[in-house]
């Protein structure tokens, strides 16, 4: 993973709030770093932001390949990781998530799986379904990686990680606030 801390951390003695900065389908945890200004919109704040490496793998327990534990790793271990290693509030009030395309997705997604997780869940352009058959259809190409990550259709991996299924039975109490954008040339499902 990428982590940008703020200016005064090695000066300061407080603790601050955690961003995880999930990348897109295609990308790395340096996608944010090198393909947008985020270090500079951000060095002003008092906020340690997180950008970790998820490969192709949308964020998720893959069906085919046992190794490929990214929902255990991003949402269980690196969070954890985060919280021993450095000075951060500790809490929901205190994590943020947000993510591009398959990072936006996975962004909503944990936030309705995990709501005491996150305060806030924000996603850009968030390709929302990707176990979906109309996803193949309208992406072709995406096919063998869907394939891989989440198994055949009609999949236990591919029924437990569709966020309209989460989000029928998510109470909306407990939701963490969600923040969706996507443009109207946008495809996401």
Not at 27 to 43: F, I, P, R
Not at 74 to 100: C, H, M, P, T
Not at 154 to 164: A, F
Request: glycine share 6%; with cysteine; charged share 20%.
């Amino acid at each position: 993973y990428c982590l940008l801390l703020p200016v005064d951390y090695e000066k300061s003695t407080r603790p601050y709030p955690v961003l995880f900065l999930l990348h897109g389908l295609w990308g790395t945890e340096n996608d944010w770093l090198a393909l947008t200004n985020v270090a500079d919109q951000v060095k002003a704040l008092p906020l340690i932001v997180v950008m970790p490496q998820a490969d192709d793998g949308w964020y998720v327990n893959s069906a085919t390949r046992p190794e490929a534990r990214y929902e255990d790793y991003v949402f269980g271990d690196l969070v954890q990781e985060i919280e021993d290693r450095y000075r951060v509030e500790k809490g929901q009030n205190s994590r943020f998530v947000a993510g591009l395309s398959m990072g936006g997705y996975a962004a909503v997604k944990f936030a309705l799986r995990y709501p005491g997780m996150f305060a806030v869940a924000a996603s850009i352009s968030g390709a929302m379904n990707p176990t979906s058959a109309e996803m193949v259809r309208l992406q072709p190409k995406f096919e063998p990686n869907l394939s891989n990550v989440f198994g055949p259709a009609g999949s236990e991996t591919r029924r437990r990680n569709d966020v309209y299924e989460l989000a029928k039975s998510a109470d909306p109490v407990d939701v963490p606030y969600l923040y969706i954008d996507i443009g109207n040339q946008d495809w996401a499902l």
